[in-house]
């Protein structure tokens, strides 16, 4: 990865050397203990390119940027993007390279990792997938791949192929890409869920030490860990859980990274995953609010679910296993504001009451005359998240998703906790 910066910045013209994303780089030096850059990443939404186009971001303020999504097919020898990111894409890149940030693009994710398994099975298809990927980069010059596979050896939205081999495949697959003279010069990252790669026996490996060898970092996904799907309304995205009841202690930043260091990948190439959304839940006026604040954990009505972002009642939305099912109650940061949850400084509203979880480090806003809770992140808990990197000497922070911030609320939140601000001018 030195390699490819020192490469990139060579060939950058000199009048970008003044740029944040040098200093940010230079700052890392004080974060961890060997040379490595720090990473201020995003994931940046195609879907949104109409709303939200790349020459909107504030680049100055990255490291990378990684395009979200093409998917796998069931022919290791291609990638599926559709129409509208396979026309986005370039300009995408155009926008990366002028403002000297890591163009990459993420390669899965939750709808798109159905045929990671079967693409990676076997040394005549991880061959065909090596080059599928690095024509892609080729083509579109890409400084990176980022692979978003949810899950190896785990059936993730639901029908995922799926074998016990698949994490020690991955690990070929990523040795034989190392290897490709296109792939050597890549950046390459890994989005992974809270507990390590899942191993041959179904359980999380103990020892994923190999990976760092062909992973400049992994992105610890630490969100969606409650939501529509569980019993009480708690934190999309708990920095820690050890100070909550134990039937509450559902994965953390703090077990997360606990989990990963134990099973020896380095702390120093992790990237924390924050989140720039919240989820929604229905709880009654009388089961939120106890003595005149919002009650811990409220049980909540699973049915209806109240809309989010861009949904009505009546959304439907049919997956990639070709399941249908109604809102998903998901609101960026940028769509409480919209929303009328928060102010346009990201504080709750006048007609909102807020918690903040001391435990977990993330609030709550609630309207009562809807009866909509949202557990989201703010600009306190980017904080909180932002300290927790530059304490433990973390590689840094890729949020989900670029657009889901609010007039930079967020990302100048967690750079100034980093100190990745101490050096802009
Ligand atoms: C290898 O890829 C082919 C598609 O080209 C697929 O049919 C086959 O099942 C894959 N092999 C394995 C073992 O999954
Ligand atoms: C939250 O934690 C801090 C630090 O431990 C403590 O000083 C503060 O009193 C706590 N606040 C609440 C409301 O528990």
């Not at 100070?243 to 990948?265: P, R």
Request: net charge negative; with cysteine; hydrophobic share 40%.
């Amino acid at each position: 990865m030195k390699k490819i910066l020192h490469l990139l910045l060579a060939s950058v013209p000199f009048a970008f050397a003044h740029h944040t994303p040098l200093k940010a780089r230079q700052i890392s030096k004080a974060l961890s203990s060997d040379d490595s850059e720090v990473v201020a990443a995003a994931w940046y939404p195609s879907w949104l390119g109409t709303t939200v186009p790349p020459e909107s971001l504030s680049w100055d303020k990255y490291t990378s940027m990684t395009f979200a999504f093409a998917l796998t097919t069931s022919d290791p020898g291609a990638v599926s993007m559709d129409a509208d990111s396979t026309a986005l894409l370039p300009k995408f890149v155009e926008q990366a390279k002028s403002h000297n940030v890591n163009a990459m693009i993420t390669i899965g994710g939750w709808t798109g990792s159905q045929f990671f398994s079967t693409n990676v099975a076997t040394a005549a298809n991880r061959t065909i997938f090596v080059k599928t990927l690095t024509d892609l980069v080729t083509k579109y010059q890409l400084d990176g791949l980022d692979f978003d596979w949810e899950y190896p050896n785990q059936a993730g939205i639901g029908c995922n192929a799926m074998s016990p081999s698949d994490s020690a495949n991955f690990l070929l697959f990523l040795q034989e890409l190392k290897l490709d003279p296109v792939g050597s010069k890549l950046i390459i990252s890994a989005a992974v869920s809270i507990t390590p790669f899942t191993g041959s026996d179904g359980k999380p490996m103990s020892d994923v030490s190999a990976f760092a060898d062909s992973l400049d970092w992994i992105a610890l996904m630490v969100y969606d860990v409650w939501g529509s799907w569980s019993d009480f309304v708690g934190p999309n995205a708990p920095l820690a859980d050890s100070c909550a009841a134990a039937n509450l202690q559902q994965g953390s930043v703090e077990s997360a990274v606990a989990a990963w260091t134990a099973a020896k990948f380095p702390i120093n190439k992790i990237v924390l995953g924050v989140a720039a959304y919240g989820h929604s839940f229905n709880v009654p006026k009388d089961v939120a609010i106890v003595n005149s604040q919002l009650a811990p954990y409220p049980t909540f009505v699973k049915s209806p679910q109240p809309p989010g972002e861009g949904e009505t009642a009546n959304t439907k939305t049919t997956d990639s296993c070709g399941v249908t099912s109604g809102p998903t109650g998901v609101f960026s940061f940028s769509g409480l504001v919209t929303a009328g949850f928060l102010t346009s400084k990201g504080t709750p509203a006048s007609n909102i009451l807020y918690r903040f979880d001391n435990c977990s480090q993330t609030p709550y806003v609630y309207n009562p005359s809807t009866s909509v809770e949202i557990s989201y992140d703010d600009a306190t808990s980017f904080a909180s998240k932002g300290s927790f990197i530059k304490e433990k000497a973390l590689k840094g922070f890729a949020m989900w998703h670029a657009a889901g911030d609010y007039k930079d609320i967020l990302l100048d939140s967690i750079s100034a906790a980093i100190g990745i601000d101490d050096c802009s001018t």
